[in-house]
Nanobody, 119 residues
Framework: QVQLVESGGGLVQPGGSLRLSCAAS????????MGWYRQAPGKQRELVAT???????NYADSVKGRFTISRDNAKNTVYLQMNSLKPEDTAVYYC?????????????WGQGTQVTVSS
């Protein structure tokens, strides 16, 4: 069993910043890609950013230059630093990780954390 615990969401004014964290724990052999996705009301879940265990990153065009993804492999934790936030960034943000454990190669999701950008 694997748990992903997210933290750091909240309400922020436009132009503000937030930092999301997601820690993975449980039955884990190796973690490969970690990332963040988001889902706004009435919309499909979309990729925000991912980072491989080698440190390669990928960002959605809408967040490039504003968001930064990073990870601490020793802590099995991924972070998302969000700057210059816009109202359109409002969504539930989900942590995702692809890893191997006793069950083989698996894909896990966090419970989601709400980010609201509003004045």
């Amino acid at each position: 069993q694997v748990q992903l615990v997210e933290s750091g969401g909240g309400l922020v004014q436009p132009g503000g910043s937030l930092r999301l964290s997601c820690a993975a724990s449980g039955s884990i052999f190796s973690i490969y890609t970690m990332g963040w996705y988001r889902q706004a009301p009435g919309k499909q879940r979309e990729l925000v950013a991912t980072i491989t265990n080698g440190g390669s990153t990928n960002y959605a065009d809408s967040v490039k230059g504003r968001f930064t993804i990073s990870r601490d492999n020793a802590k099995n934790t991924v972070y998302l630093q969000m700057n210059s936030l816009k109202p359109e960034d409002t969504a539930v943000y989900y942590c995702n990780t692809k890893l191997t454990n006793t069950l083989g190669y698996r894909n896990y999701w966090g419970q989601g954390t709400q980010v609201t950008v509003s004045s």
